[in-house]
């Protein structure tokens, strides 16, 4: 560890590797959202209306609730790098980028476990 | 701020209309994103139960909230579409400007026909409406 980059990197974010490391996170996110969002839209359009019923009849199923639970966890984190960005872009000042960020990171997260804790309930659930 | 340079410097250059399909993919993200927060309402409200989740719909189907549906809709149309393009300039195609100009009519026309599409099957038949 080279003492004067660590020190530097602390408020000026990485120049190197981790930029990319990161962007390529976005992009297999936006990769694997291909498929899940188009299966999402479609499950939703067979849904025909958003009653009760239905969305428990179509999230009990097994490998649905599997794609939900695929579907929710990686749109936040999509969502998450998305808007790290747009923070990084458009927030200036140190303070409330960083205050910014946190309250990405903490929403999202929520979200997260919000959409899976969600799908799960439903179902296991529903017999 | 960082010292590395930062993308939207957007004032430097004259405008071009690919310009504003790139500014539309952040702003209809930023749209996505607070679309989340709200499936991820909806389905915690069907977890709640069947009262919480008639509620939520009930208010769903009020005039204004239809219209914010719509709009996410054509959101997540437009950053779909969008996303592809910049997948393939990830992968190194299309970056020069007659193909970029090119791919941007493709994506706007593909975008108002699937969007359309979508919007009649969601809307429409049996209506989003509970």
Redesign the interface.
Known sequence: MRGADAKSGL???S?RNGVHHWLALH?VS??A??PL?AWF?CS??AL?????AA??AWLSSPWQAVLACLF?AT??WH?KM??Q??I???V???GTKLLAMYVSQF?HVL?AM??L???L??AF?AH | ????P???HLSVYRFAYTMSLSILH?AT??A??AG??M??????A??AG?ET??SV?SA?SHGPFQVVLAAWLVS?VYH?GA??R??CW?FGYGFEKHQARASARWLVVLVALVATG?LY??FCP?????
């Open positions: 408020r000026r974010g120049a992009r936006s990769f959202l291909l969002s839209a939703l359009l025909r209306g958003f009653d009760y969305v428990v929710v749109s936040a969502s998305g808007i960005v747009v990084e872009d458009y200036h000042g140190h929403v979200v919000g959409g804790f969600a799908v309930k439903i659930g | 701020m960082p010292a590395r930062l993308s939207p952040r993200g930023i996505l994103s989340l927060l499936l991820v309402c909806w389905l915690m069907a977890a069947p989740h008639a719909t769903l997540f779909l996303g592809i910049h997948i990830d979508l099957l969601f049996t209506g989003v409406r509970p």
